[in-house]
């Protein structure tokens, strides 16, 4: 109702305006969820590695992906002291918009690039790599590293071909399968480090506005352990 009493036009530009205020208001409520995350005060390391892998079967554009890798590479800053700081981009948004070299920014204590991390959740191409050391060399960045789910078959030699002569060139880039470097990881920390890990997915998640439904998927995942 209009103030006065009088009904409100239902013509369809105004049927048009108030489905999209809706739609907006239903997303900033989503948005504002708040879900716990209850990891458990031990944990081993194959059950890690089950519920990350559980995590990535549903398909989410990459966002669960990167709050996995965002989640390790933080894991590492903080128990190996390989990296000060974390940078993240957001998922939606170009490595050129942000102004980052890559998905994930690895800095050292004096705030110096020193690795540059992209995530796929496929495989890797050899158009990513091109694309990949292009930037790097704009930024001077001599440590480059994929996580992904291997290398394209049918480029997979010239992918290595590509790799060699960028070293030559003075990068280093390298390509793992997310899980065996997990793996590693997760096991030369210890328990600590597997403990660290499940708690800094779920703060990626929230910190990056992950949807509802990915936040949650964590939150039920975590509750079978």
């Not at 049927?15 to 205020?21: A, P």
């Not at 030559?168 to 997760?186: H, P």
Request: glycine share 8%; with cysteine.
């Amino acid at each position: 109702m209009e103030a006065g009493g009088k009904p409100v036009s239902t013509t369809p530009r105004n049927r048009r305006f108030l489905s999209q205020q809706n739609t907006a208001l239903g997303s900033r409520r989503q948005r504002s969820l708040k879900f716990s995350y209850p990891v458990p005060p031990r944990v081993s390391l194959e059950l890690t590695l089950c519920i990350a892998a559980e995590f990535l079967e549903e398909k989410s554009g990459g966002d669960r992906a990167q709050a996995l890798a965002g989640a390790l590479f933080d894991a590492i800053g903080t128990h190996f002291g390989i990296f000060a700081q974390v940078n993240r981009a957001r998922i939606t948004a170009s490595d050129e918009a942000t102004g980052q070299a890559a998905d994930l920014e690895c800095l050292d204590k004096s705030g110096k690039l020193i690795l540059a991390v992209e995530v796929k959740d496929r495989t890797v191409t050899l158009a990513d790599v091109e694309g990949t050391l292009h930037k790097s060399r704009q930024r001077q960045i001599t440590e480059i590293l994929f996580t992904a789910r291997g290398m394209r078959p049918d480029e997979k030699q010239a992918i290595d071909d590509r790799i060699s002569r960028a070293f030559t060139a003075g990068q280093s880039l390298y390509i793992f399968d997310f899980f065996d470097l997990a793996r590693s990881v997760l096991a030369l920390g210890g328990e600590s480090i597997r403990i660290t890990f499940l708690k800094k997915v779920g703060e990626h998640l929230d910190t990056w506005n992950t949807q509802p439904r990915h936040r949650q998927a964590w939150q039920k995942l975590l509750q079978k352990l």
